[in-house]
């Protein structure tokens, strides 16, 4: 007889431990409680310059629990895994939302669902933890060697990022969840300096690596060789380009910058949490009040936004949340208008629906929160190249390099890294240092057209800050490139 190898061994023992207490917490009171057990693996390797600036492999694992009691939640969790210490942690979660209870003014109220049972992976086609750190070193060495060829060029660093998620969630409803995502990406950035002057380029995305659910095949495809020279050139350029200009008027941002737009003016509006009042001491809250559903006019025709869970690749994609709800698409905006909410089983109940699967906590010892999944922007008709074509004049602005918006979503200004002038429908000169600010009803109302999906791209953004203590999500963006009218560009000085 074959013995099987000791990894599933281990997996199997844990699954058995975790079914034994969850049955623990259902003896024991509990209205509703779920375990979470959590492994992750984190691969980041940069190169600065000439030389490694990191190599690391980091492994973090353990379990969340979270109780229902008398209309109040308890959390506790824990990294030591033995029948004794998960005792502990469950007698802790009770005490904590016995305790609670015993103060909440409002009681928790958490509907029931269906039991569910499945096992999830994400595809891929080349394990990025089985290629060898020389290959990955030298794939970014070959890069940084390509953006350094200027003596104008004074800083060059290349990162890889890969992620490895896995999954077991069992509830007092039955379900029992497995599910394991890889996710692969990376980025760089080249400055070049002349005098007081400086300028930078990244590529395919700026502050952090661009991630995929994907293998190391991701990595290939972005080709940080091949797109190097350009990013390098170009910042050499922006080095002598003029200012941007300043006044009213037309822009089109690229697909990333879109994206960011999406996401801060979007996709954090519509947590639902967030508009009752949750995410106030930290995040803030929301101008797309309760009010406001279904009615209110967000955008132009042109604007139609979508939430999907289930879109190949991204990495809000999973199969179920963590309070065990399939994976699903909503609509948010349609024909400009606000339609939809991101929910979690509890908060649903305010709109009077039932939960659209986003709660996500991102590690064990942190409870779910709700949380973007993929925010898309449903892409138009014309092409990129006809929608400039179809710009008298305007900016075409490329690459986030900054962004600051209120606490309600309402007021923002972005800085982007690069500006090409739009001129009788064709790309001109460029401008450095393009920033441009507006409100988000006005600036999405002011939407004159989107690409269509020959220039949309699948964005993964690691980074999503929210909750106390802060948690930092994946999040998708599909989206193409997008035109607004009569937007404020440019710096009074």
């Known amino acids: 007889m074959r013995r099987a190898p000791r990894g599933v061994i281990v997996a199997r023992m844990k699954k058995n431990i975790l079914r034994a207490m969850i049955h623990k917490l259902k003896s024991k009171g509990a209205l509703y409680a779920d375990i979470r057990w959590v492994r992750k693996q984190h691969e980041n390797i940069s190169v600065f310059n000439r030389s490694v600036e990191n190599l690391s492999h980091h492994i973090d694992e353990g379990y969340g629990i979270r109780a229902l009691y008398n209309g109040a939640w308890g959390f506790a969790c824990g990294s030591v895994f033995s029948e004794k210490e998960i005792e502990k942690n469950i007698k802790l979660a009770l005490e904590?939302?016995?305790?609670?209870?015993?103060?909440?003014?409002?009681?928790?109220?958490?509907?029931?669902?269906?039991?569910?049972?499945?096992?999830?992976?994400?595809?891929?086609?080349?394990?990025?933890?089985?290629?060898?750190?020389?290959?990955?070193?030298?794939?970014?060495?070959?890069?940084?060697?390509?953006?350094?060829?200027?003596?104008?060029?004074?800083?060059a660093q290349s990162t890889l990022d890969f992620y490895k998620t896995d999954k077991f969630f069992v509830n007092t409803e039955g379900s029992e969840i497995e599910q394991s995502v890889i996710e692969s990406g990376g980025f760089f950035e080249v400055t070049a300096s002349e005098g007081s002057h400086i300028q930078k380029r990244s590529f395919p995305i700026s502050h952090h690596s661009q991630i995929r659910q994907s293998g190391y095949e991701y990595i290939k495809e972005l080709n940080f060789p091949a797109n190097a020279p350009r990013a390098r050139d170009e910042a050499i350029m922006l080095l002598g380009a003029?200012?941007?200009?300043?006044?009213?008027?037309?822009?089109?941002?690229?697909?990333?910058?879109?994206?960011?737009?999406?996401?801060?003016?979007?996709?954090?509006?519509?947590?639902?949490?967030?508009?009752?009042?949750?995410?106030?001491?930290?995040?803030?809250?929301?101008?797309?009040?309760?009010?406001?559903?279904?009615?209110?006019?967000?955008?132009?025709?042109?604007?139609?936004?979508?939430?999907?869970?289930?879109?190949?690749?991204?990495?809000?994609?999973?199969?179920?949340?963590?309070?065990?709800?399939?994976?699903?698409?909503?609509?948010?905006?349609?024909?400009?208008?606000?339609?939809?909410?991101?929910?979690?089983?509890?908060?649903?109940?305010?709109?009077?629906?039932?939960?659209?699967?986003?709660?996500?906590?991102?590690?064990?010892?942190?409870?779910?929160?709700?949380?973007?999944?993929?925010?898309?922007?449903?892409?138009?008709r014309p092409s990129l190249f006809e929608l400039i074509a179809d710009t008298k004049n305007g900016l075409y602005l490329c690459t986030n390099k900054s962004w600051s918006i209120d606490d309600l979503r309402l007021n923002f200004q972005f800085g982007t890294e690069i500006a090409w002038?739009?001129?009788?429908?064709?790309?001109?000169?460029?401008?450095?240092?393009?920033?441009?600010?507006?409100?988000?009803?006005?600036?999405?109302?002011?939407?004159?057209?989107?690409?269509?999906?020959?220039?949309?791209?699948?964005?993964?953004?690691?980074?999503?800050?929210?909750?106390?203590?802060?948690?930092?999500?994946?999040?998708?963006?599909?989206?193409?490139?997008?035109?607004?009218?009569?937007?404020?560009?440019?710096?009074?000085r």
């Open 96 to 155: 904590i939302a016995r305790a609670s209870s015993t103060v909440n003014k409002i009681k928790a109220v958490f509907p029931s669902h269906p039991a569910s049972h499945i096992s999830h992976a994400s595809n891929y086609e080349i394990n990025p933890f089985e290629v060898s750190a020389e290959t990955k070193l030298h794939y970014l060495f070959r890069a940084n060697e390509i953006l350094l060829q200027s003596p104008k060029i004074k800083f």
């Open 242 to 380: 003029p200012d941007c200009p300043v006044g009213k008027n037309t822009i089109i941002l690229d697909s990333y910058q879109t994206a960011l737009q999406v996401h801060e003016s979007c996709g954090h509006p519509v947590e639902l949490d967030r508009v009752l009042g949750a995410e106030l001491s930290y995040a803030g809250g929301s101008f797309l009040t309760i009010e406001k559903y279904g009615k209110f006019r967000y955008g132009s025709k042109h604007v139609n936004i979508n939430a999907d869970a289930t879109l190949p690749g991204g990495v809000g994609s999973f199969a179920y949340d963590d309070e065990g709800i399939k994976a699903q698409k909503i609509e948010l905006v349609k024909q400009g208008i606000f339609c939809g909410y991101l929910t979690s089983r509890e908060t649903a109940l305010a709109v009077k629906e039932e939960s659209n699967g986003c709660m996500r906590a991102d590690s064990w010892n942190h409870i779910p929160l709700i949380r973007m999944t993929n925010i898309n922007l449903e892409p138009g």
């Open 421 to 492: 002038e739009i001129k009788n429908g064709k790309l001109g000169r460029a401008y450095k240092n393009p920033v441009y600010a507006s409100t988000t009803a006005y600036f999405w109302n002011n939407c004159s057209g989107v690409a269509n999906k020959d220039s949309a791209y699948l964005w993964g953004i690691p980074t999503c800050g929210k909750g106390e203590p802060g948690q930092a999500m994946h999040v998708g963006h599909l989206t193409s490139p997008a035109r607004f009218e009569k937007i404020t560009v440019g710096i009074k």
